[in-house]
């Protein structure tokens, strides 16, 4: 089993920037590729940003040149640096990872949110 804890929400004035961490912990061999999505009220969940375990970043467009992910494999731990932060942006942020389990399963798994809320 594999748990995804996200943390670093909260509520932002427009312009502000927060960084969203997202915590691995379990029992896997690898962690492939993570990202971050996030929905807003009445709509649907949207890719925000995804790292794979080498390789480049793929970022949504309107997040592009604001936001930063990144991860530290050592700590199995994934970032979200969000900068610029628009009232658009307000969403609950959600953690993906694609694990390799100890069943030698490809499996993905999910946090369960942390809001951010960028008021005008």
């Known amino acids: 089993q594999v748990q995804l804890v996200e943390s670093g929400g909260g509520l932002v004035q427009a312009g502000g920037s927060l960084r969203l961490s997202c915590a691995a912990s379990?029992?896997?061999?690898?962690?492939?590729?993570m990202g971050w999505y996030r929905q807003a009220p009445g709509k649907q969940r949207e890719l925000v940003a995804v790292?794979?375990?080498?390789?480049?970043?793929d970022y949504a467009d309107s997040v592009k040149g604001r936001f930063t992910i990144s991860r530290d494999n050592a700590k199995n731990t994934l970032y979200l640096e969000m900068n610029s932060l628009k009232p658009e942006d307000t969403a609950v942020y959600y953690c993906?990872?694609?694990?390799?389990?100890?069943?030698?399963?490809?499996?993905?798994?999910w946090g369960k949110g942390t809001l951010v809320t960028v008021s005008s």
């Open positions: 790292i794979p375990n080498g390789g480049s970043t």
């Open positions: 993906n990872a694609n694990v390799l389990t100890i069943l030698m399963r490809l499996m993905d798994y």
């Open positions: 379990g029992s896997f061999f690898t962690i492939n590729a």
